[in-house]
């Protein structure tokens, strides 16, 4: 059973940068599908990014609207992890992240190909 764990999250101010970190064990990460979701308090849990795996010769990722110019994903295969560098953090992107691997050939944003998730790490921006 794959183990994905989150970190980075914490506390910045509305332009503030954080990276998230998921890292894996006991599975090669770069051989899955991985997605970030966030879900903010009283909502549904949305798609933020996706990327691809690495075997694809595409290189492909997904973005939310929302995030596109200040997000970006990529992986780190030494250390099993995929990053989710985030840039001009805005209040409307406080949540609980969380990020998911799937064994198929594309990403998605779709929740349910996601087999394995992480606990979640939490981000709070403040104006």
């Known amino acids: 059973q794959m183990q994905l764990v989150e970190s980075g999250g914490g506390f910045v101010h509305s332009g503030g940068s954080l990276r998230l970190t998921c890292v894996a064990s006991?599975?090669?990460?770069?051989?899955?599908?991985v997605g970030w979701f966030r879900q903010a308090p009283g909502k549904e849990r949305e798609g933020v990014f996706c990327?691809?795996?690495?075997?694809?010769?595409?290189?492909?990722?997904w973005s939310a609207d929302s995030v596109k110019g200040r997000f970006t994903i990529s992986r780190d295969n030494a250390k099993n992890a995929v990053y989710l560098q985030m840039d001009n953090l805005k209040p409307e992107d406080t949540a609980v992240y969380y990020c998911?691997?799937?064994?198929?050939?594309?990403?998605?944003?779709?929740?349910?190909?996601?087999?394995?998730w992480g606990q979640g790490t939490q981000v709070t921006v403040s104006s």
């Open positions: 998911a691997a799937a064994y198929v050939r594309y990403c998605s944003e779709i929740e349910k190909i996601y087999n394995y």
């Open positions: 006991e599975y090669n990460l770069k051989l899955y599908a």
């Open positions: 990327i691809n795996p690495e075997a694809e010769t595409e290189e492909r990722t």
